[in-house]
């Protein structure tokens, strides 16, 4: 090799080493002080919940959720909120199962059916995880309580007002959220419970709505086209008694129908603000998660708790709300 051509050789090596010396410095430079470092905050939970709603996007269990996380963040709870997207009662075993397969610290529910629930609950509860159930009982089951409405006497206390607001003359369509859920079946019998010693009073129907607005309004539909003669309806969940008024609202009936209906949600106020809904029974969802909560760290602090917590239930009405929404003009959206 001639020498000019090793001094070719050598400048060749030496441009390249210079090179890479400032690739790695500007490369270095700019991944270290040019970029903001992303910091990792991993914060510290003494206890892993979850809650598995009867349907996860409900505005009901919204409101659940929203008490559950409350206490979550004031005790350091890391709280999971898991569960159908739409009301399935194999979805939500399957989850329960999952959750409790995942080894967390306590599982917060719904009671929904005794034949599949209570094995289950009983199962979950022997491998050493706590069960609360929440707002629907199960109360042949292990769990460790319960905190929600006394399904039963709600709807004996709609069933109460219904014979006052009516004079006890009435042909009533009822429309619930499942047939097989056992707060929506306590809500019925107790409705029924209410009225049957009225002779004005008479049960024309009873269809179910599956927790869905769409159903809700397509039986309020064939209810009217099929049963002239109704002049009540008691929706015993949070969207039938909403679907109910719209329907009746576009048939025109709302000063031939008298509607109650179940929570607070903000069309069920404008409904009653207007008139349609003449009444609701009022639930206490953002107390049930909060409650839950704060049972499921006593339990696991070896605290002895209250077996059956009922919530606060009573029924509001036009008269109730504040004297400056009644006479409010604008619709909630």
Sequence with gaps: MSKLSIMAYTFGIVFFLVSCSFASFYGYKVVTHDLPKEEKIVKKYQYHFVMVPEELDNDYWRLVEKGARAAADKYGVQLEYVGPKQANIEDHVKTIEMSAASKVDGIMTQGLSDEQFTPLINRVVEKGIPVITVDTDAANSRREAYIGTDNYYAGYLAGKELIADTKGKANVAIITGTFYANHMQQRVKGFQDAVKEEKGIHIIAVEESEISRVKAAEKATQILKDHPEVTAFFGTSALDGIEIAQMVE????QNQIYIIGFDTLPETI???????IKATVVQEPYQMGYGAVTMMIDLINGKKVT???????RILRLKD????????????R
């Design 307 to 313: 077996p059956v917590v009922h919530t606060e239930t």
């Design 250 to 253: 576009k048939y025109q009936k």
């Design 321 to 332: 709300l504040p004297l400056s929404y009644q006479d409010r003009k604008v619709e909630i």
């Design 270 to 276: 404008e409904y009653i603000r207007k008139g349609t």
